[in-house]
């Protein structure tokens, strides 16, 4: 079995509940999501100012995630392409509407509130957060969810 498959199945195994795992869908993008918005916000040297394309701590970290994804699976790495074009795409629409101050708070509330799920979550079903055994599981939570849509949809990976 190949090592992106032994991840999932492994992932899987702490999600069994539909309570669970219904707090899973909702919680672990809004991590990402609220994640990749802290590290936007995270001043960065001023030569990275003067390039076209936004270089800051979030699209570095995006840059390092999707190499690590590639080597699992390109089509799930994609599959976060575009997850994460349009998380950036409307990064820039939220501060030029709210400013960075404002979604930094909206960005806080949203973490905490959902990492609170995801550990409800896994009270109900009785079993600890898997990221507890292994730090990669706090990356491989994304791909589950997206590998889940690609079964759904017929998508090999």
Not at 88 to 114: H, N, P, R, T
Not at 119 to 132: A, L, T, V
Request: net charge positive; no cysteine; glycine share 6%.
């Amino acid at each position: 079995m190949s090592k992106l498959l032994d991840l999932l199945d492994n992932y899987g195994k702490d999600h069994q509940t539909l309570t669970n795992k219904i707090m899973h869908w909702i919680a672990i993008p809004a991590i990402f999501y609220s994640t990749i918005g802290f590290l936007w916000f995270i001043p960065v040297p001023e030569q990275f100012r003067s390039f076209s394309f936004p270089i800051n701590w979030a699209t570095i970290v995006l840059v390092i995630v999707f190499i690590y994804y590639s080597q699992l699976s390109r089509s799930l790495s994609w599959g976060m392409v575009f997850i994460i074009s349009t998380i950036i795409g409307s990064q820039y629409k939220l501060e030029s509407i709210y400013g960075s101050s404002l979604l930094m708070q909206i960005y806080l509330v949203i973490f905490v509130i959902a990492w609170f799920f995801q550990f409800i979550g896994h009270m109900i079903e009785g079993n600890k957060p898997s990221f507890f055994n292994d730090v990669r599981y706090l990356l491989i939570g994304p791909l589950w969810l997206l590998s889940l849509l690609y079964k759904n949809f017929g998508i090999r990976f």
